[in-house]
């Protein structure tokens, strides 16, 4: 009985561990894309005041 229970502690926690790397995936993923926008964004608007510029 103990076995049983203790391999079912271990299946909870390596469940938790899976939710909080999904998690930490998404929330670095999410970031990237939206430093990639921002970042496209900035180099968008340099290029047009350079243009203008010329």
Partial sequence: ???AQ???EYLFMLAAVLVLVLMA???VLNSMRD???N???YVDS???E???NL
Avoid: I
């Fill in 25 to 27: 995936t998404r929330v």
């Fill in 1 to 3: 009985m103990r076995r």
């Fill in 35 to 37: 430093l990639n926008r």
């Fill in 50 to 52: 350079l243009l203008e």
């Fill in 46 to 48: 340099v290029r047009r």
């Fill in 6 to 8: 203790t391999a079912l």
């Fill in 39 to 41: 970042v496209n964004n």
